[in-house]
């Protein structure tokens, strides 16, 4: 089985920097491709979010579920093995880059329970 692409897409600089923090963090580098949203119509930027995932499988990860970088996930989505995830954070990428030989469904939910685990809360008072 061939590994799972991997591109982050998200507004202005947010995506690169997320890439440059897993590639920092976990040593593994190119198993992610940053895309900024930044200046792109819609068009442009499913077209590039095309090109980033060729032929799949391929998970696209987006900040937010309802923006222009999911519409482009979503678009693109329709057309082949491609899953988005939104919300898109450190730890479920940091997971993505060490199991991306994983059939394209069972490595999208996992790092979706992955980025979920992650985000947690430490309120005043407790």
Not at 15 to 43: H, M
Not at 89 to 101: A, C, G, I, K, T
Not at 102 to 124: I, N
Request: a negative charge; hydrophobic letters at 45%.
């Amino acid at each position: 089985m061939s590994e799972v692409r991997g591109v982050v897409v998200a507004h202005g600089e947010l995506a690169s920097a997320l890439v440059r923090a897993v590639e920092g963090i976990s040593g593994v580098e190119e198993a992610l491709e940053p895309l900024s949203n930044e200046g792109c119509t819609p068009d442009e930027l499913a077209r590039r979010v095309r090109r980033a995932t060729g032929q799949g499988p391929a998970i696209v990860f987006v900040d937010m579920a309802s923006g222009s970088c999911a519409f482009a996930g979503r678009r693109i989505a329709r057309e082949g093995t491609i899953a988005v995830v939104s919300g898109v954070n450190l730890p479920m990428l940091l997971d993505f880059v060490f199991h991306r030989d994983m059939d394209l469904r069972s490595l999208a939910e996992r790092v979706l329970a992955k980025g979920r685990a992650g985000a947690t809360a430490d309120l005043p008072g407790e």
